[in-house]
């Protein structure tokens, strides 16, 4: 028998279409599956549909050296940036790209959620940005972020390169994610890092200080 091969739709309009029919699949699995095969880049961009399989680098099967974390770099309580994306609009206006001006946004810390900081009874999509100095990259062989606590939904963009996204529903909201950005991070400069959450009811955001592990 013959497999049927499925490959990125190209015509926006059809993409468009697709992209209605996968939100209203139950299974959160599913639908990372075709989003992934169904959807390019630039249509998830678009529609605010975002997918991609992001996988730590001592899980990655191409990569056959054992790896260890030798440095955990915290990103930080006070630089942050908030913005309420109360419309849905953040993705399609490419709020995650380095040069977008943030100047207008409020500052916020990631120690606790928006709600305990002045922003009561807010449900929805909000944008994190910050940016951060990485060291040189001397004999690592790679980077890594770890999220010890976003509630409750998040997707990751570092230097305007789309990571990946911790989205599997309300149930999640304490349990930590990695997002490997061993091709992305620029070794000894600037880089700068943008998070969208999104909650759906009671605290949201960023509750913990996000680190920078570095990787050997």
């Known amino acids: 028998e ?24 139950k299974s959160p699995e599913l639908r990372k599956q075709l989003a ?13 549909q975002l997918y991609r399989k992001n996988i730590r680098l001592k899980d990655d099967p191409t990569y056959d050296h054992e790896v260890t974390t030798v440095k955990k770099i915290s990103l930080g309580n006070e630089n942050w940036k908030i913005w309420f994306d109360k419309d849905n609009t953040g993705v399609r206006n ?24 002045g ?3 807010y449900d929805g999509f909000a944008w ?3 940016s951060f100095n990485a060291p040189e990259k ?12 976003v509630d409750e939904e998040a997707w990751v963009w570092l230097n305007g390169v789309y990571l990946g996204q ?18 992305e991070i620029r070794w000894g400069e600037v880089n700068q890092l943008t998070v969208r ?11 913990k200080e996000p680190q920078l592990h570095l990787l050997k």
């Open 2 to 25: 013959k497999m049927l091969v499925m490959k990125p739709e190209k015509d926006p309009i059809v993409q468009k279409t697709l992209l209605e029919v996968i939100r209203q699949v």
């Open 36 to 48: 992934a095969k169904l959807v390019n880049p630039q249509t998830q961009t678009q529609t605010g």
């Open 94 to 117: 490419k709020i995650f790209v380095p040069e977008f001006n943030d100047a207008s946004w409020k500052k916020i810390t990631v120690d606790k959620n928006w709600e305990a900081q």
């Open 119 to 121: 922003n009561d009874n």
């Open 128 to 130: 994190y940005r910050v």
């Open 138 to 149: 001397n004999d690592c062989v790679g980077a890594e972020f770890y999220f010890p606590l």
């Open 166 to 183: 911790r989205a599997e529903g309300p149930e999640a909201w304490s349990k930590p994610f990695f997002m490997d950005a061993s091709k």
């Open 197 to 207: 959450v999104f909650d759906s009811a009671k605290a949201g955001g960023i509750c």
